[in-house]
């Protein structure tokens, strides 16, 4: 046939890249090549290429002289469990995976298909940057991109994988991004890199920890997922994909509608979860795992702000997105980090019609000019607005305390919840009873001849009077007190009731967020 030679020597050309010296040099350093990366990512032989002919433009510094296929990026529709992404995956070994004008060409065109398809689009980033041969002509294609980050935020699952360098302004594709994954000790972010920290800082600082992914999972909480190796975090990228619509206007597939709850949703293990003493703290998985389907939680972020738990889970096969006191760190107190951290899950979940889940057991917002100083009002508020904002289907359990603020912004009725449920143990007041007796009793505790006595009698009689969950469920403020064994029932039943939740658009452009 006539052209066969020629496509078959082009075609092998792009296959591989920027040749075997390169590849091997990347294996070295414990990194997989574009291509091996997409066979991991993808179910087998589902992927569809487009744009592997591509050619640079670049005349200068000598790059007019070779022939690059595909320029450093390839790009495509494949499929995870059966559901349909588009993926650009990043070549590390042609140029440096730099962003050229084309490059940052294929990429726009695959997130323009994606949008028009509704499906997630997913990004396995491994660049040196702006293609430094091509100048303002890759800094424009950064912005497309950027640009089309924004518009496909809410439409389109957005996840970005960093598999090797991500510097400079094109960590703000990602930072855009609903989900980052990051591979411990081969990938790394920052705005600016070690040398230019020290000639404006003066500081020392490697870049694993200026921007590694360990730094990311416990300091910025920029990367939602780390792992030790790219395998494992391709599969992750798989596992979390099960949870996800492909777009905000079809539910997750997962599972088969809600089923009716049945003797096996009793979880009696739930009953001897909360210690008897309100300040000894317990473990909320445990609450979580026996809330949900056995082995369905997939936590996000779980090494930031611990003191609240965020990720997804099923129940009968459905994803629901789970948001939890944590009592075991900090009490399970609100901060700045878990504000802000569980605020843009709450806002994922209801881009993407996930239920939310939340689990309440908050001694309120942590006190101190650490937190004052660094915005607790504005980010305490973010979650606040976040939950309120929310029209998915929505159920809160107290499983123990609900103090002060932190109690209304935990997805409480006021704020839209549809279903709140408690504990017979839960204690629901401005704050806890301990500190309300000390207040208000304060003259009558100090001059009682046994001011010990007296205040646990004065604790005991507020806990009665105000802090009990039926005062609350008296003014309809908690639909129903339940045992812990019945919670799944329970909530299986009301998520089955809400699915019918129906979102009235409003006419407003968008409201303002406390950012
Ligand atoms: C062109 C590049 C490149 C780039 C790397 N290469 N980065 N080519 N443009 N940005 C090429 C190298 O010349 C080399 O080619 C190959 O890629 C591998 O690079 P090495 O340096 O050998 O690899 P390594 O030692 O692993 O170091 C990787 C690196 C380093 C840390 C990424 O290459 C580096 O510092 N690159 C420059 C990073 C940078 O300053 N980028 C511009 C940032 S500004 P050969 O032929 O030898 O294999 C930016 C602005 C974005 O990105 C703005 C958006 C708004």
């Not at 091996?36 to 569809?48: K, N, Q, V, Y």
């Not at 010990?452 to 105000?466: A, I, M, P």
Request: overall charge negative; glycine content about 10%.
């Amino acid at each position: 046939m006539k052209g066969l030679e020629q496509y078959r020597e082009r075609h092998k050309a792009s296959l591989e890249g920027g040749g075997a010296a390169r590849l091997e040099a990347q294996h070295r350093k414990g990194k997989l090549s574009a291509r091996e990366r997409l066979e991991i990512l993808l179910d087998a032989g589902s992927f569809e290429e487009m744009g592997s002919m591509v050619t640079h433009r670049c005349t200068d510094f000598g790059l007019d002289k070779d022939l690059i296929l595909g320029d450093g990026v390839v790009t495509g529709l494949g499929k995870i469990n059966g559901m349909t992404v588009a993926v650009f995956s990043q070549d590390f070994t042609v140029l440096g995976g730099s962003l050229s004008e084309t490059h940052a060409e294929k990429i726009v065109k695959l997130m323009d298909l994606a949008l028009r398809i509704g499906v997630p689009l997913i990004g396995l980033n491994d660049s040196g940057g702006a293609r430094i041969q091509e100048g303002v002509t890759s800094l424009a294609g950064y912005a497309d991109i950027f640009y089309r980050n924004v518009k496909a935020s809410g439409l389109i699952p957005q996840i970005s994988v960093i598999m090797g360098p991500c510097a400079g302004g094109a960590v703000y594709s990602p930072a855009m991004t609903d989900w980052i994954f990051m591979v411990e000790k081969t990938s790394y972010m920052f705005v600016t890199g070690p040398n230019v920290v020290k000639t404006v800082t003066h500081e020392e600082v490697s870049s694993e920890d200026l921007g590694g992914a360990h730094t990311h999972a416990t300091r910025s909480g920029i990367a939602h997922f780390t792992y030790p190796n790219e395998g494992e975090c391709l599969m992750a990228v798989r596992q979390l994909m099960a949870y996800l619509p492909p777009n905000c206007a079809e539910p997750p597939r997962s599972g088969h509608g809600w089923s009716e709850p049945g003797p096996g949703d009793l979880r009696p293990a739930l009953d001897l979860v909360v210690p008897d003493s309100s300040n000894t703290p317990y473990d909320m998985h445990q609450v979580v795992q026996g809330l949900l389907d056995n082995d369905s939680w997939m936590e996000v972020q779980p090494e930031f702000a611990e003191n609240i738990l965020i990720g997804f889970g099923r129940m009968s096969g459905q994803t629901v997105g789970v948001v939890a006191n944590q009592p075991m760190v900090l009490a399970g107190v609100l901060d700045n980090n878990a504000s802000k951290k569980a605020a843009r899950f709450v806002r994922f979940c209801d881009a993407f019609r996930i239920p939310l889940l939340v689990l309440v057991d908050v001694p309120g917002f942590l006190p101190g000019t650490d937190q004052e100083w660094n915005g607790i009002i504005t980010n305490g508020a973010k979650l606040l607005y976040a939950f309120a904002e929310a029209t998915v289907p929505r159920v809160t359990l107290i499983t123990r305390k609900a103090y002060g603020g932190a109690y209304d912004v935990m997805n409480s009725k006021h704020i839209g919840a549809d279903f709140n449920f408690a504990w017979p143990c839960a204690e629901i007041a401005v704050m806890g009873p301990k500190g309300a007796a000390e207040i208000i009793f304060k003259s009558e505790i100090a001059s009682s001849n046994n001011p010990e006595e007296t205040l646990n009698q004065k604790v005991n009689e507020y806990t009665e009077k105000f802090a009990s969950p039926y005062i609350a469920a008296s003014r309809g403020f908690i639909d129903e007190v339940i045992l812990p064994s019945e919670s799944r029932k329970r909530i299986l039943r009301a998520f089955a009731h809400l699915q019918s939740k129906a979102y009235v658009p409003s006419p407003r452009k968008h409201g303002n967020i406390p950012l």
